[in-house]
């Protein structure tokens, strides 16, 4: 299947407000792929309807030819999508390295019995899951940082975070909701680098991002919204020269 994610003809209304209207599109399997457009635009709104965090008013989304529309966000997830959020989501009273274990385990669940009896077992899953959690840690070089407490860590870092964590789940489609945003030159030199090998190890990224830059070198696909509805779709060297979007940008500035 070419696609793993289509979405067709979505629509979601706060009261009069169409936050979506009438949104179709396609995210090809193991690429990196971008949302853009401008505040308020509804891309948030429309990843919040990927993943279940609302339900659409209209419209249907398939991923892996399993309908979503309706189902809430734990069996999304379990489906096989993770997310990151605008504003990072962690636990912050749970140290680095705990934040990221409990992604782990989700996939990597210690039978309850194996686990009561302490087996070898379950020894060796626990063993297990600590080192793929600082596998991930290490990816985000956060492993100097793994005892520490989440809520300490300043923004970049807590970006990288919540990104190690939705990565240990294992999924095949990554939402990022503005990974980028507040990080330092050399952050998203690092960040481009590490989002830029995920496709060849199987991934798919979705990718919320007003650092166009950014996403004219790594994003094979560019879809852009405005006032909810979509007004281009294609390569970002296309898309960097379509007048629709260029008059869609201008005007917000
Ligand atoms: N839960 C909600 N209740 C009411 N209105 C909402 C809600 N969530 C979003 N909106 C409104 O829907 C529109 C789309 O919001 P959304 O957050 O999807 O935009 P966005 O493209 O992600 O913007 P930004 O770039 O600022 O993050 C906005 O006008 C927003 O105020
Ligand atoms: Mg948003």
Redesign the pocket.
Known sequence: MAYILEVRRLSKR??A?R??EDLSFTVRKGTISALI????????????LITGH?KPDAGEILFEGHHLEGLPAEAVARLGIARTF?TPQVFSHLTVLENVLLAVYQHLRPGRLSALLRTPSFFRKEKGAREEALYWLERFFLADEAARRASELPLGKLRYLELARALALRPKLLLL??AASGLDPREKEDLARILSQLPREGLTLFW?E?DLNLLMELAEEVIV?DQ?RKIAQGPPAEIQKDPRVIQVYLGEE
Do not use: I, M, R, Y
Request: charged share 10%; net charge negative; hydrophobic share 30%.
């Open positions: 706060f009261g407000l936050a979506v457009g401008p505040n308020g635009s509804g891309k948030s709104t429309t990843f919040n609302l605008q909701d503005e919320v007003h919204l909810g």
